[in-house]
Each structure stands twice: as structure tokens, then as C-alpha cells.
């Protein structure tokens, strides 16, 4: 059995100002969401155009983007709504104590 490793890629300190905060790591731009204590993880740019997902409206489970208003499930990465139609990439997140860490393969 093979396990990914987790790499630290941010802190709960990261989401003061907000609950979605962009990390650039491994080549990737990647977005992170905090929803009632449990972090998730997606690809930041917009399938739908060049937008920064971390710059939308987090709703629950939902990010908006703040270009067309595209919304995408952020547990998923499923499109939600148009003009969004492609899935986010997501990957595996988890909190371990005030650290936020990610599996990328
Ligand atoms: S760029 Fe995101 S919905 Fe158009």
C-alpha cells in the first residue's frame, strides 16, 4: 500500500482575513477553503476563464467566482452552475493541529 505525502502549505493564521486563501506550491496554484473547521483544496484558477477563485464568495460549500459568477463545489471541484462547466482539480487536505497540509501527487 502506498501513501502520498502531506506537505505543510499553510496555517490556520492564513484564514484571519479570509476563509479561501491562494498557496503556490509544487508548480501549482491552489486554493485553499476553511468551512466550519475542515479545510478543502482545488485548483485556483477558473476552468471557465482566468479568474482567482480564492478572490470569489465562499458560501458553504461553495466558491463563486468573482468574474461570471461560475460556482463550484469546493469538496468536489464539481461545476455547480454556468457559465462554469469543468470541474476543478482538487486534492486531498487536512488539518493537523493549527497546520494545513496537502497531498500532491
Ligand atoms: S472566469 Fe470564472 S465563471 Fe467565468
Excluded at 491552489?30 to 468551512?35: C, F, N, Q, S, T
Amino acid at each position: 500500500m502506498s501513501s502520498a505525502a502531506w506537505t505543510p502549505v499553510a496555517s490556520l493564521d492564513d484564514f484571519a482575513a479570509s476563509d479561501a486563501v491562494k498557496v503556490d506550491v509544487g508548480g501549482k496554484e491552489i486554493a485553499i477553503y476553511l468551512v466550519d473547521g475542515s479545510v478543502y483544496a482545488t485548483a485556483n484558477r477558473c476552468t471557465h476563464g482566468d479568474a482567482s477563485l480564492c478572490d470569489g464568495f465562499l458560501e458553504r460549500h461553495e466558491i463563486e467566482c468573482p468574474h461570471h459568477q461560475g460556482r463550484f463545489d469546493v469538496r468536489t471541484g464539481a461545476a455547480l452552475c454556468a457559465p462554469a462547466e469543468i470541474a476543478l482539480a482538487t486534492y486531498p487536505a487536512r488539518l493537523t493541529g493549527d497546520r494545513v497540509e496537502l497531498q500532491l501527487d
